[in-house]
């Protein structure tokens, strides 16, 4: 059973700060896609990432991957009110195409 | 870019009906879509992968004859939720996988059902 796990769960930060959320995965993928979800709304994409080392950044965000720990990293810098959202990747299986979401981190970012 | 339009974005039905939701490709030609279920507060769980001109396949746990999925052409998929109740009251979301496969999917806007 494929496996996508996201840590941490929640995350309140105030307004300039730094952090960094975890992606890990239970399955062999060579593409790991990150989203953003806002409430009652559809899904954005930020980045995918499609191979080991991969590192893409857009703004105040920045998504690595490491296919051989199976894990993908979000980090975020400065952290402004507009970041507030809740945040999801996705893990592609190699047959089928089917698409497979992390558990989501919902963060808050406090003025 | 890619769009995917999904129909209706909102319903509240009586118990017991049938719902449909619509999820159509708008520039691009689908031969694969997917159907994701997500409650309040929770990650998206894919429900089923539907395939042009054949049969959907559906993930364990997802009942087929309660979730009844048609994909008749490249540029619409359909999914009907049979005999709702209250308990499939959630937000569905369709994606659509362009046919260049290092594109990744594109989502729809979303469905919020609301089963009374």
């Known amino acids: 059973e494929l496996k996508v796990e996201q840590n941490p769960l929640f995350l309140s930060m105030q307004e300039g700060k730094n952090y960094t959320i975890y992606c890990n995965y239970s399955?062999?993928?060579?593409?790991l896609y990150w989203y953003r979800q806002d409430p009652g709304k559809s899904l954005e994409s930020l980045f995918v990432?499609?191979?080991?080392?991969a590192v893409k950044q857009e703004g105040r965000l920045m998504a690595s991957l490491d296919t051989k720990a199976r894990l993908s990293t979000l980090h975020i810098t400065a952290a402004v009110h507009d970041l507030s959202a809740t945040y999801f990747c996705?893990?592609?299986?190699?047959?089928?195409?089917?698409?497979?979401f992390g558990t989501g981190t919902s963060l808050t970012v406090i003025p | 870019g890619a769009v995917v339009s999904q129909h209706p974005s909102w319903v509240i039905c009586k118990s017991g009906t049938s719902v449909k939701i619509e999820c159509r490709s708008l520039d691009f030609q689908a031969t694969t879509m997917f159907w994701y279920r997500q409650f309040p507060k929770q990650s998206l769980m894919l429900m089923a992968t539907s395939n042009e001109g054949s049969k959907a396949t559906y993930e364990q746990g997802v009942e087929k004859d309660k979730f009844l999925i048609n994909h008749a052409s490249l540029t619409l998929s359909t999914l009907t939720v049979t005999s709702a109740h209250p308990e499939d009251s959630s937000f569905y979301i369709c994606?659509?996988?362009?046919?260049?496969?290092?594109?990744?999917?594109?989502f729809g806007d979303g469905t919020r059902l609301s089963i009374l």
């Open positions: 990432l499609l191979s080991n080392g």
């Open positions: 994606s659509a996988r362009d046919l260049d496969s290092n594109q990744p999917q594109h």
């Open positions: 399955t062999t993928s060579d593409r």
């Open positions: 996705a893990v592609r299986r190699w047959t089928g195409n089917q698409f497979y």
